[in-house]
């Protein structure tokens, strides 16, 4: 149980192009989700913690307006990566709260921007 | 501020034991997590520890001292597939993951 998936698994655009990242949880449903970005060989950063029927709380740094969720249900989360630039490549990683102390990772998305 | 330190690099031999260690300071205190992360990969839980004392499973076993800021992973015979990174992350008061940077733990035959 407790599985999380990601859609898509890696992704190629070009600069300027907007990305949209999809995080599901299949078999329970997670009141709050989290986006987190790792770029190589440093630790997962926590970017936005999605809280279903509610705006995100974003991590200071984070642009809110390039990076946006929606939380539109208790199995479903979404981050969109808009004009997305190079500097933007990176492995971006969600997880579901199934209770305060479990988080259940998605497989993650790697997106290299052109 | 919050901080967590874990070495950056660790190697072993095949079937051996390795103890990776993690020391923190957080602002509150709801417990602490070893993941697993292979390159490439998304991290997967390996063990919580809220309590003082080591929880043991399997291969794996973790540590934990509140008082002192600090826990261990213990890895016993060590398989070449034990080649990872090992994610130390305490959960604060606010119950969010703070995250340490990893230590990477290199199998040799």
């Known amino acids: 149980g407790a599985v999380v998936s990601q859609h898509p698994s890696w992704v190629i655009c070009k600069s300027g192009t907007s990305v949209k990242i999809e995080c599901r949880s299949l078999?329970?449903?997670?009141?709050?989700m989290f986006w987190y970005r790792q770029f190589p060989k440093q630790s997962l950063m926590l970017m936005a913690t999605?809280?279903?029927?509610?705006?995100?709380?974003?991590e200071q740094g984070v642009e809110k307006d390039k990076f946006l969720i929606n939380h539109a249900s208790l199995t479903l989360s979404t981050l969109t990566v808009t004009s997305a630039h190079p500097e933007d490549s990176s492995f971006y990683i969600c997880?579901?709260?199934?209770?305060?102390?479990?988080?259940?990772f998605g497989p993650g998305t790697r997106l290299t921007v052109l | 501020g919050q901080n967590i330190d874990q070495p950056t690099e660790m190697t072993a031999t095949e079937g051996a034991i390795v103890q990776i260690n993690c020391t923190y300071q957080?602002?509150?205190?709801?417990?602490l997590f070893w993941y697993q992360q292979h390159a490439g990969e998304a991290p997967t839980f390996l063990s919580y520890?809220?309590l003082d004392g080591l929880e043991e499973k399997g291969r794996f076993s973790s540590f934990l001292s509140r008082s002192k800021g600090y826990s261990y992973l213990l890895l016993k015979e060590l398989q070449m597939k034990d080649s990872a990174s090992y994610l130390c992350?305490?959960?604060?008061?606010?119950?969010?993951?703070?995250w340490g940077a990893g230590t990477k733990l290199i199998i040799k035959p």
């Open positions: 997880s579901a709260a199934l209770r305060e102390h479990e988080q259940f």
């Open positions: 078999d329970f449903q997670a009141t709050t």
């Open positions: 999605s809280n279903e029927g509610s705006k995100a709380t974003y």
């Open positions: 957080t602002s509150g205190f709801n417990g």
């Open positions: 520890n809220v």
């Open positions: 992350a305490v959960m604060d008061s606010n119950y969010q993951l703070i």
